[in-house]
Each structure stands twice: as structure tokens, then as C-alpha cells.
T-cell receptor, first 113, second 116 residues
Framework: AQTVTQSQPEMSVQEAETVTLSCTYD???????LFWYKQPPSRQMILVIR??????QNATENRFSVNFQKAAKSFSLKISDSQLGDTAMYFC??????????FGAGTQVVVTP | GAVVSQHPSRVICKSGTSVKIECRSL??????MFWYRQFPKQSLMLMAT?????????EQGVEKDKFLINHASLTLSTLTVTSAHPEDSSFYIC????????????FGPGTRLTVT
């Protein structure tokens, strides 16, 4: 079984600033993947970043980076140089060997001018 | 990334009728498709997993006779909500992937169902 916990319902950040979203998870699988998805007001799910659990190096995609702490089962997302277009709901998710995604409750990020 | 479409994007139906939602992978062959349900300001809840050519696997608490899923080809899966009731009103999202955890899931744009 997999569980994902996002403890921040909403985060507000000013343009050009940095915000960090927290995520903790639990899984019984040894080989799994971790993801951050973004869901803007259009409600289209967009993959932000992914991390293979067997890789120690933290994934980075442009302004988005993760801090993956495997022993602590923590997978936080840092958004640098925030832009207005980053305003969205962000979901942390795990995926195990069966391919099913388990999502957290989500964190609403609001970027203000 | 690959493109997944859903049709219709919005549908309104009367209580007691059935409605079908289509999910298509446009530029790849999807061996596995997933159906999710999302209530306002909530997360995605997996309803079922369908593999091409076999019966769908439903998550606990999801009525398989109410939510009929067919995955007849590698590019098309359908979700039929039978005898719809107002409580079935929700946002339904599909995703498609090749089989296995290593493969990406590509999401459709979602379908908003309103049952009156």
C-alpha cells in the first residue's frame, strides 16, 4: 500500500521568490517512482518533475527541483523564481510496480505580483 | 509528451440515464488506461485500471456495475456511468500509459459530468 501526505493546503508566494512544498510518503515497495504534478485552473494534469527512488541525485527541471530524502520518505518540491503561471494545485504522487499513481491531497500555490 | 484526448469535455444528463465518456491516446498505443474521479478542491481518486483486451480492475468501493469500463483497443477506453444520479456529478479524468511502472502516464483533459 502507498500513502502520500501533503500537509500544506495552500501556499502563497510573490513573483520571483522561492517556495517549497512538502510531501511525505509511505510505501512497501522497494522500486518506486515519485512525481510532482501541477493542475492549473484548466484542470489539465501536467507532469512537473519525476524521481526514480533508486537514484540518489535529486531531479531538476529548470526552475523546479526536488529534495529527495529516501530514509525519511520525504520528497519536497522547490519552485524558484516563481511566475504567475505557476499558480496551480500541486500534487505529490508515488507509483509502484503496478503502475498505479497514489496522489496526495494537494497544495494550492498562489503566486502574487 | 504523448497526447490523450477525452470526449466530451462537458456533459449534462438527466438522472436515471447513462452517459459514456471516451478516452483516446492519439499518438501511442496505450496498453493500460486509468480512470480517476476528482471532486472540487480535492485530489484525484483512482477508480479503475484497464488493460487492453481484459476486464478492468476496480478500486475498493467503486461499483463496477455502475461505472462500466471498456478498453477494446490500444487507443480507446470508455467509461459509462449507468443510471446516473446527482451524486455521480464530478470531474472524470483518464490517463494512458504503456504497461509497467517505468512508463509515463499521460493525462486527458478531463470530463465534467453534471447529473440533474
Amino acid at each position: 500500500a502507498q500513502t502520500v501526505t501533503q500537509s500544506q493546503p495552500e501556499m502563497s508566494v510573490q513573483e520571483a521568490e522561492t517556495v517549497t512544498l512538502s510531501c511525505t510518503y509511505d510505501t512497501s515497495e522497494s522500486n518506486y517512482y515519485l512525481f510532482w504534478y501541477k493542475q492549473p485552473p484548466s484542470r489539465q494534469m501536467i507532469l512537473v518533475i519525476r524521481q526514480e527512488a533508486y537514484k540518489q541525485q535529486n531531479a531538476t527541471e529548470n526552475r523546479f527541483s526536488v529534495n529527495f530524502q529516501k530514509a525519511a520518505k520525504s520528497f519536497s518540491l522547490k519552485i524558484s523564481d516563481s511566475q504567475l503561471g505557476d499558480t496551480a494545485m500541486y500534487f505529490c504522487a508515488t507509483r509502484g510496480s503496478w503502475g498505479k499513481l497514489q496522489f496526495g491531497a494537494g497544495t494550492q500555490v498562489v503566486v502574487t505580483p | 509528451g504523448a497526447v490523450v484526448s477525452q470526449h466530451p469535455s462537458r456533459v449534462i444528463c438527466k438522472s436515471g440515464t447513462s452517459v459514456k465518456i471516451e478516452c483516446r491516446s492519439l499518438d501511442f498505443q496505450a496498453t493500460t488506461m486509468f480512470w480517476y474521479r476528482q471532486f472540487p478542491k480535492q485530489s484525484l481518486m483512482l477508480m479503475a485500471t484497464s488493460n487492453e483486451g481484459s476486464k478492468a480492475t476496480y478500486e475498493q468501493g467503486v461499483e463496477k456495475d455502475k461505472f462500466l469500463i471498456n478498453h477494446a483497443s490500444l487507443t480507446l477506453s470508455t467509461l459509462t456511468v449507468t443510471s446516473a444520479h446527482p451524486e455521480d456529478s464530478s470531474f472524470y479524468i483518464c490517463s494512458a500509459s504503456l504497461r509497467g511502472a517505468a512508463y509515463e502516464q499521460y493525462f486527458g483533459p478531463g470530463t465534467r459530468l453534471t447529473v440533474t
